[in-house]
């Protein structure tokens, strides 16, 4: 499998993604600067977390402005799977992708711990692996992860099965206390109505092997995975 993992000025997570890749599913990645005008033919597109442009103006707004971004939508559109991981989720949404915004977390303090969540969806390339209604721990970084959408846009999400993960505790339940952030109906991750551009604030890249003190990650890729091989 063939991965773009695009870096902006300011991501500190573009290694951490490419080494998932590399070590999960033995794939080949390509690490493109935001300065490039297209991205290489690939089998899926990475925005990883971080810092893009250092935060400026909004989280990920600078990023979606990026000359690469041109490419990354443009081939998100014609069905290249894309992948957003907490800042990238920031620019996915940013970049009209995904609905909604990413905004300062409830408490205005930045959370960083694992964090336990439901999968809801397992019809993605991201999430097949995954059992529906599984629960599973990802670690969470950011300041900016209160995801926030207007009322209509929430029950379109909800309607039609395109929220992918929410935070839940450790028996499942969608609690205010398990929500780290403030995000609208505990909403974690979502993708877009044809299923192929996903954005979630955890890092599955940082809880793929038993070194790092779990595996519940290393699906995401196996997924991507299955779904190129498919």
């Not at 935060?55 to 990354?72: E, F, K």
């Not at 929500?179 to 505990?186: C, K, L, T």
């Amino acid at each position: 499998m063939k991965a773009a993992v695009i870096v902006f000025p300011g991501s500190n997570c573009d290694r951490d993604v490419e080494v998932a890749i590399e070590r999960v599913i033995d794939g080949d990645v390509s690490l493109v600067w935001h300065g490039e005008a297209t991205v290489p033919p690939v089998d899926v597109i990475v925005l990883p977390g971080g810092f893009a442009y250092g935060d400026y103006l909004r989280t990920g707004a600078m990023a979606a402005q990026s000359h690469v971004m041109r490419d990354v939508v443009a081939k998100a559109k014609a069905g290249t799977p894309v992948i957003g991981i907490c800042n990238g989720f920031q620019v996915l949404c940013e970049a009209g992708l995904l609905p909604g915004v990413l905004m300062r977390n409830a408490s205005l303090k930045f959370v960083c711990r694992d964090i336990w969540l439901k999968v809801e969806q397992t019809t993605t390339p991201f999430t097949s692996r995954y059992r529906a209604g599984e629960v599973i721990r990802l670690p969470v970084a950011h300041g900016e992860g209160n995801y926030y959408a207007d009322a209509e846009t929430l029950d379109a999400l909800e309607a039609e099965g395109r929220v992918v993960f929410r935070y839940v505790d450790a028996s499942g339940n969608a609690t205010p206390e398990a929500n780290p952030n403030g995000s609208q109906r505990n909403i974690a991750g979502i993708c877009d109505a044809r299923r192929r551009v996903l954005g979630l604030m955890p890092h599955p890249e940082r809880l793929i092997e038993p070194l790092l003190g779990g595996v519940d990650g290393a699906r995401v890729f196996e997924s991507l995975l299955a779904a190129v091989a498919a």
